[in-house]
């Protein structure tokens, strides 16, 4: 301690580098001898910090400080992991933000100025943090890690109480917890206010938004985590409920919808991610990390999130996906003036893909005649069962939609949905009370009329289709659909169990019932039914959307494997 007193007043009365690293040196070597007692170690980690600070941006005394010097890249190290052991100890402390809180430090104190923050909320809504140091990540391809300054954090929001008066922000958020990444930075002013005494700013920065610091007239990265905090939101929530959704299509009913991983942003494109036949939306957290890797994405685009029980009739399906459609719209951009939110891009696999097409296709009147073969106005039922039938049976192509991606997706069904599985399948599904008796009472009234009129397909399936008799080839639904005109830009990725080339199948689809002629781009991948968690797929994807944003792309055409 001594040694380090004497230090300090020497580098006070004459700044110099060597100096100020040797006082870094010296506090992380205390801290670490100072285990037993967390007060005293927190003291020298904050010394480190400040020294740290001083040496990598103070002119005076390291005026030819260059940042890529080896010793800087280590001064960068010390301030980041000390920082870091500081915040642990005020988590542990029970230590909140004040201003003019006064935090000593060996020879001196740093008093907490202001708090500036370019988060979607205040700090005062997160309920704790975990820092991505404390975590290693498993099970992903990539981990996305931008090395500068910083400490890299999951920031852990409160759950807001679901009531009628919720905001509307809240209303397409997870019901899981909620997990966002940031990063924490001290800015330490590098002249005392008076004396020891030096003034900080604590600074909280949303790495989708940021990765860069100014330090005067020096730009530096922020450290920045993106996979830490999504893994960590993943693993503690609850398990997928995939079966359960296509079992019981009722139990989910409660949770379907559109999810947003941030707060509507209205200057963001909006990515639609679509799950399939007994799966969730964490099925598409491999494709979310790589897609979060790219800065131009992050910058450009906001990810959503469909999610809807498989057991129910896919056109069922499709109408819940067009309301919630419309319901983000109502909320967020009543007056249509977002141009953002008209490039929306949906992204979808397997089953989903029978949804999204839905939303640029357009129905006419011809599943409604295959179906009833008598007009809908000719029908004694109540408006409540009319507007029921019109919502399924009737649509147009969603003017937010403007490019899709179909990924293993079953366009002319798949033949799991006749073999035992599915039989099976079918057998154990429980559609959903309503949905069963809104149909019901309508069939009913349709009597004879249908039957007269109504197609052979139709007539033969004897009861309201599930979620799997959708995926039937013999489905006349999918028949009709995929022949009408997709009216945006689309793309197909496709699977093949031996070889990346046309032909075969993913285990579950074949190839000649995902392909579809008219496709801006296929790309087939050597990949099981699972192929949206390949790296090739996920980097197929990001190359689209780098395509969509146009001229306004950075680093077009650069992608290299």
Not at 75 to 88: I, K
Not at 347 to 371: A, C, I, N, P, Y
Request: glycine share 8%.
């Amino acid at each position: 301690m001594g040694l380090i007193t004497m230090l300090d007043a020497q580098y006070r009365d004459d700044p110099y580098g060597d100096t100020l690293f040797a006082l870094m040196e010296l506090s992380h070597l205390e801290a670490a001898r100072s285990k037993g007692i967390p007060e005293d170690a927190a003291v020298r980690h904050l010394s480190c910090v400040l020294y740290a600070s001083l040496y990598l941006f103070n002119l005076k005394s390291n005026p030819s400080a260059n940042l890529y010097h080896p010793y800087s890249r280590v001064a960068a190290q010390f301030y980041n992991r000390s920082l870091a052991r500081y915040l642990l100890y005020a988590r542990e402390a029970g230590l909140r933000y004040e201003h003019g809180r006064k935090l000593p430090v060996l020879c001196g104190s740093i008093v907490l100025d202001r708090r500036l923050s370019d988060l979607s909320w205040q700090p005062e809504e997160f309920a704790g943090f975990k820092l991505a140091y404390e975590y290693e990540v498993g099970g992903l391809d990539t981990h996305n890690v931008n090395p500068g300054l910083g400490v890299p954090m999951a920031l852990i929001r409160k759950q807001p109480p679901q009531q009628e008066d919720t905001r509307p922000e809240d209303r397409f958020l997870p019901t899981i917890e909620q997990t966002y990444a940031a990063t924490a930075f001290l800015r330490i002013k590098p002249e005392p206010e008076s004396g020891n005494t030096f003034l900080a700013d604590f600074e909280l920065y949303d790495p989708m938004r940021t990765d860069t610091l100014r330090l005067g007239e020096v730009s530096v990265p922020l450290e920045t985590d993106l996979t830490t905090p999504l893994a960590y939101m993943i693993a503690n929530a609850p398990s997928p409920q995939g079966i359960a959704g296509l079992m019981d299509p009722e139990a989910m009913a409660s949770q379907q919808g559109l999810y947003m991983l941030q707060p509507y942003q209205p200057d963001k494109i909006p990515v639609v991610f679509v799950h399939g036949l007994m799966s969730s939306p964490q099925t598409w957290v491999s494709m979310l990390n790589g897609l979060m890797g790219d800065p131009v994405l992050r910058r450009r685009y906001q990810f959503w999130f469909f999610k809807y029980p498989t057991g129910n009739p896919v056109l069922y399906s499709a109408a819940t996906l067009r309301d919630s459609i419309r319901r983000v719209r109502m909320t967020f951009d009543p007056d249509g003036r977002d141009a953002q939110f008209n490039k929306m891009v949906i992204v979808s696999h397997s089953m989903g893909g029978l949804l999204s097409k839905t939303m640029v296709e357009s129905s006419g009147t011809g599943l409604w005649d295959m179906f009833s073969g008598v007009s809908l106005e000719e029908i004694d039922i109540t408006p409540d069962e009319r507007d029921f039938l019109a919502r399924i049976f009737f649509f147009e192509p969603q003017p937010a939609v403007s490019r899709v991606v179909f990924i293993a997706t079953p366009h002319r069904g798949a033949g799991m949905a006749m073999g035992t599985i599915g039989r099976i399948g079918r057998a154990l599904v429980t559609l959903p009370t309503t949905l069963l008796k809104t149909t019901t009472g309508v069939l009913a009234k349709l009597g004879q009329k249908r039957a007269a009129h109504a197609s052979k397909a139709f007539m033969q399936m004897g009861s309201l289709p599930t979620g799997i008799d959708s995926l039937s080839p013999k489905n006349p639904t999918l028949a009709y659909l995929v022949n009408a005109k997709i009216q945006v830009p689309y793309h197909s990725i496709i699977g093949n169990e031996r070889e990346a080339k046309p032909g075969g199948t993913d285990g579950v689809v074949p190839y000649e019932s995902s392909h579809l002629d008219g496709a801006e781009s296929e790309l087939v991948v050597h990949s099981g039914h699972n192929v949206q968690e390949h790296p090739l797929a996920i980097r197929e994807v990001r190359r689209i959307l780098l395509e969509h944003l146009g001229d306004d792309a950075p680093g077009r055409g650069a992608l290299q494997p």
